[in-house]
């Protein structure tokens, strides 16, 4: 019997609530996690899981035993990595989830960066603004783009992300540029339709009222690439995070409105499970993209040319 073997198959039936989600998981047949957790609690004459035929549960012994093997784990970890990095190699396998257009469009590049300094490691990457559960589903960290409130996470901000009202100059010299955000009423607007309350905007007015604007899309949708050639389309007016549209602006083909209103402040996150342990790679990595984000970003340098 491979007692680190089994207690890490244990660690992830508990994490995946299922014998089917660790063995998806690890790689290997149903039966071999099946095996695994029968040797394990005969080596330790307990019973770890409450078993029905929906779900598994853990007793209280299980809960004590789970978190006595991560520590297990999480120091043999540890050791493995401080030898890598005594040898000056950073290697192994990172599993991260990115919001679609962000990590298209800016952490694909600092991706391809990263790995010409570490050639070792491995990538696994989700592209996709849905929510994901890291532990369930087995990512090493996340980027997330939102105002978080989850605190079983923990989060390193990368970057402010600033959002901007644009719209194409054809579009403006047709129906006319708005003055106020309640002129926005009888504009044509295009909505992302991922957020919970789409037919409003909400601004911060030059004396930081906040102002919920209600808006009536034309066009709503769930990606803001899409939003975006919309708007150079002239179809109507946007409100969308700046990094999406700055080359757009830079160039002419949007023009930037209602500049003395701003959005409700929002970050680029990395974000990981609160575990005693984060590996070297993780770390390494997360490090890297907060050097690489720090100060004015980028796609907002346009701001400061046409102060």
Same mark, same amino acid.
């Given at each position: 019997m491979n007692r680190f073997e089994n207690m890490h198959t244990f660690v992830r039936v508990v994490e995946t609530g299922s014998i089917s989600g660790a #063995?998806? /998981?690890? &790689?290997? #047949?149903? =039966?071999?996690? =099946? /095996?695994? !957790?029968? @040797?394990l609690e005969t080596h330790l004459s307990a019973t770890l899981f409450h078993r029905t035929t929906r779900q598994m $549960? %853990? $007793? @209280?012994? &299980? /809960?004590?035993?789970?978190?006595?093997s991560l520590r297990i784990l999480d120091d043999l970890l540890e050791a493995e990595h401080a030898v890598s990095e005594a040898h000056g190699t950073l290697q192994g396998s990172l599993k991260v989830a990115l919001p679609l257009s962000f990590g298209l469009m800016h952490? &694909?590049?600092a991706i391809d960066e990263f790995l010409q300094v570490h050639p070792q490691i491995e990538f696994d990457l989700d592209f996709n603004d849905r929510q994901v559960d890291l532990m369930a589903e087995g990512?090493? %960290? #996340?980027? /997330?783009?939102a105002s978080l409130a989850d605190s079983s996470l923990i989060a390193r901000r !990368?970057?402010?992300? @600033?959002?901007?009202?644009?719209a194409s100059p054809a579009y403006l010299e047709r129906r006319g540029i708005p003055e106020s955000a309640n002129d926005l009423m009888h504009h044509q607007c295009l909505a992302y339709n991922l957020l919970r309350d789409y037919n409003h905007w909400h601004l911060y007015d030059s004396e930081k009222n906040l102002i919920k604007t209600r808006i009536h899309p034309c066009l709503k949708a769930s990606n803001g690439e899409f939003l975006r050639d919309a708007a150079v389309n002239d179809l109507g007016i946007i409100l969308i995070p700046s990094f999406i549209v700055y080359r757009e602006i830079e160039r002419g083909a949007l023009v930037p409105l209602l500049t003395d209103y701003r959005c409700p402040a929002i970050a680029a996150y990395a974000i990981y499970p609160q575990t005693r342990y984060l590996s070297q790679r993780v770390r390494v990595f997360i490090d890297f993209l907060a050097a690489r984000f720090q100060g004015t970003p980028y796609w907002d340098l346009y701001r400061q040319k046409t102060v």
């Open positions: #063995a998806d /998981r690890l &790689g290997v #047949a149903k =039966s071999v996690v =099946s /095996r695994r !957790l029968k @040797e $549960t %853990l $007793t @209280e012994i &299980g /809960r004590t035993f789970y978190h006595q952490l &694909g590049p990512f090493d %960290l #996340a980027v /997330r783009i !990368l970057a402010v992300i @600033e959002a901007v009202i644009c």
